[in-house]
């Protein structure tokens, strides 16, 4: 329990830093929505600065082998984007941007045949936006995460640190966000 409440002070600490420096740049929308993916679900942030940038935060419940029924719970994890637009399409005000974007990783969750750890690293992620008139966006993305794991032994006493596997390997599970603009 008390490992939860220290990651969700962490998020928290996260946020307040993110949204601090939002605060200091003009935010020209603000989309709040949903995260779906095999990954896991969770709850997502946009801001976009310009036309040509945003900022995604997503914080997702990792359901690394949840639904499969190998785990009871879902571990937390967040993750932090700056995307940059590579291309945009405008008709009619439906909009279609690609992007791509560099980020950072970090949470409490499981990875392929280890326990509960602490994961932290790098993101990315390459996807599609397409916004309709009505202020809905649905995002389209895939993303992965070079990260490293730390895991505690509880029988020889030690902690372990190794690559994060899951973040490479579920780089073919697709994402979805889907977003109301402010």
């Not at 966006?137 to 596997?165: F, P, Q």
């Amino acid at each position: 329990m008390s490992r939860n409440i220290s990651v969700l002070a962490l998020a928290a600490i996260f946020l307040s830093v993110i949204f601090n420096k939002a605060q200091a740049q003009d935010i020209h929308s603000l989309n709040i929505g949903s995260f779906h993916s095999p990954k896991g679900f969770g709850i997502c942030l946009e801001k976009e600065y310009d036309f040509s940038t945003f900022d995604a935060i997503t914080l997702i419940a990792d359901m690394h082998g949840v639904l499969t029924g190998e785990h009871p719970r879902p571990g937390v994890k967040m993750t932090f984007t700056r995307n940059i637009i590579f291309k945009h399409y405008d008709k009619d005000g439906y909009i279609i941007d690609l992007y791509a974007g560099p980020g950072v990783t970090a949470g409490y969750a499981r990875d392929i045949q280890k326990p509960y750890c602490l994961i932290a690293g790098l993101s990315g992620v390459l996807g599609g936006r397409f916004s309709f008139p009505t202020r809905l966006s649905v995002n389209i993305e895939v993303g992965s995460d070079i990260a490293i794991d730390i895991t505690r032994n509880e029988r020889m006493g030690n902690i372990g640190i190794s690559l994060y596997k899951s973040g490479i390997y579920h780089i073919v599970f697709p994402q979805l966000r889907i977003q109301y603009s402010f």
